[in-house]
Structures are given as structure tokens and as C-alpha cells.
């Protein structure tokens, strides 16, 4: 029986975008602490986006005053605040995940469930917030219940042609999806992303880091099948053998095609750790953001490796800019750049 084809397809972060989508830090998160310089970290990444021609910020806040505020100096035309509840502020993990259709300018929104990285933090709002956005018309493309399926963008990796990257840690955790196999996994994204192959990624982690290693801390597709991975070069570092087997596993991988990857291997940050608690944060350059014309890196404060990271964006992105912005204040809370934002195809917004 010949395999019914899907209309549409997970495409490339780099690939078109209309807006990213961003949640704002209120005093009701996990940022309370530390609210004002979460808040100014958030202003730089959103400067940055209204800062390139063609792309909106889609911000979602239940404090929208206090947001036109915070961004008053910046292009308000540029700008999209969305009022609506949130527990926090992590959209790459609760977003939409926009699929493009073959035959339709108009992309496809699945919605699957976000619920705290595995039970981990409160996830209600945050699971709701794609649902009252559609609801409320901002969204206007189709948006596709998978509230059933538990998945985080940050977990995923697309190349635009059929393959799929991410890490076995994460989609096989108990507490996501438990009562499948890592068959029924597979099988369940290839169809759902009009995929051809799924690579698993069955090493590597960050101390520090929530959500089981999503991919987007670890290892990163790009243009000309390249892959950006952190690597580890200091042997006493207690990440040195599993970002090791990393890299040996992904120099073992092809895409759909059947065609072997180009690695690259970013620096892996020199260690951080929480002022409060003492525990090493997750810092990483793989965390980057990729626009149509712009690479937002996230730096740490480290002169030498922020700059080679920068230099090695070049090599996949001759053509982007590179905007770093300085993202110790969201290692805090265990994420990065990544995390906080999530990129919006063409036709999504009213």
C-alpha cells in the first residue's frame, strides 16, 4: 500500500517567519526574585526582533500596561501585546508549532500539551495560552488539537526536508508521554510533522538544566547539513563524557537522504553558578534564536568564548547578522534565548 503523503511539513528555523512569540516576566512567576533584570533581558531579545525588517513581537502578558511601558521606546507598530494568563514564560516549551502546507500559503498551528517539563512546574495558563489566542483572533491560522501528546518545542529539531532531530532523554521521559514506546513515539511525529526520519540523540546533558535535555540546549540543525553541537574540551569537567559520546553519536548520523552531517562544535561556556544556591546554571551558545536575517546568540559574560561563538555562527550563516545579547539573567531560571521565544510563519497573525 503506497504512504499517503502529507500536505504539510515541519519547516527550518530559518526558513520564512512572520513574528516570534514571546511571554513576558510578571511578579506571579518564578522571576519574582529577580523581576527586573529578567524584564530588561526580555526588552534587549524584543529590541532586537522589532529591530529587523519584516518581523513582529507577538508579546503575551496578563499585565499588558505594565508591557507597553517596558517597551515604549521601542516601534509599537512592531509590537503585538496579547493579554492573557501565564505561569511563566518559557514559549519555545508551550508555542504552537508551525507546520507549512504544499499546496497553502496558510501554515497549520499544532497545539500540543505542555505540562511543566514532565510535572516539574505549574503548566495550566501556559497550556491554554495557544487555545485564547486563537480564540481571540490573533492567530488565524488553523490551529490542530494534540492535546493528548505531550511536547515541548524545545525538544524538537526540523531540517525542513524530513528530518527530525531530538533526544531520547526527553520524549521517552516517564512523565511526558509514559504509556508509549519509543516506536509509537516515532511513529506518532512522523506522522504528525510530515516527517521521513527521526534521529535520536542519546547523549549529552547540562547540569542545571529542567526539561531532560531538550535538544535546543545540546545540538542544533542548520543550513548545508550542518549541525552545531556543544562540545566539551576539558576532561575534568563533569560533562566531558557524555557531550563526548554526543559528538560521537552525531558524527554517526544522515539526514532522510540518506547524507552525513557537518558538525561544528560551540564552545561549551565556562562554568556559572546560581549566587544563591551555589548550583551551576545551564549556560550554552546552542540556545541561539535564528531570524530571516539574524542570529540572536546568547553570551555569558565571557569575552573569548561569547566572541568564537560569535565567529563560528558565521560558518552556517554567512549571510546573518549576529546579535548577541547577554543572557546570564535567564540562565537563573534554567533557560536561555531559545527558550523564550517562538517563531511564527507567514498568514499566522490576523
Known sequence: MAQTVSPYRLPAEWESQEAILIAFPHERTDWAYMLEDARNCFVNIISAIVNEAGL??????????????????????RIIIAECPTDDTWARDFGPISLLGTDTASPLLLDFKFNGWGLKFRSCNDNLINMRLSASGLLKADRRNHLGFVLEGGSIESDGCGTILTTSECLLSPNRNGNLSRSQIEKYLLKAFGARKILWLDHGFLQGDDTDS???????LAPRNTIYYVKCDDPAD??????????????????????????????????????????????TYANFLI????????????????????????????????????????????????????????NTLF
Do not use: W
Not at 214 to 220: S, V
Not at 297 to 321: C, N, S, T, W
Open 56 to 77: 513582529t513581537a507577538v508579546v503575551v502578558t496578563p499585565e499588558p500596561d505594565e508591557v507597553r511601558k517596558r517597551l515604549s521606546r521601542l516601534d509599537s507598530s
Open 214 to 220: 531538550h535538544i535546543d540546549t545540546l545540538a542544533r
Open 238 to 283: 563533569p560533562h566531558f563524557k557524555a557531550l563526548e559520546a554526543m559528538e560521537h553519536q552525531l558524527s554517526t548520523f544522515t539526514d532522510a537522504d540518506g547524507s552525513p552531517y557537518n558538525l561544528i562544535g560551540l564552545p561549551l561556556p565556562d562554568p556559572i553558578y546560581d549566587p544563591d544556591d551555589g548550583s551551576r546554571l545551564p549556560a
Open 291 to 346: 531570524t530571516p536575517h539574524a542570529i540572536l546568540l546568547p553570551v555569558y559574560g565571557q569575552p573569548r568564548k561569547d566572541k568564537l561563538a560569535e565567529m563560528m555562527m558565521k560558518i552556517a550563516f554567512p549571510d546573518h547578522d549576529i546579535v548577541t545579547i547577554d543572557c546570564r539573567a535567564l540562565i537563573r531560571q534554567h533557560g536561555s534565548l531559545h527558550c523564550v521565544t517562538m517563531q511564527l510563519l507567514p
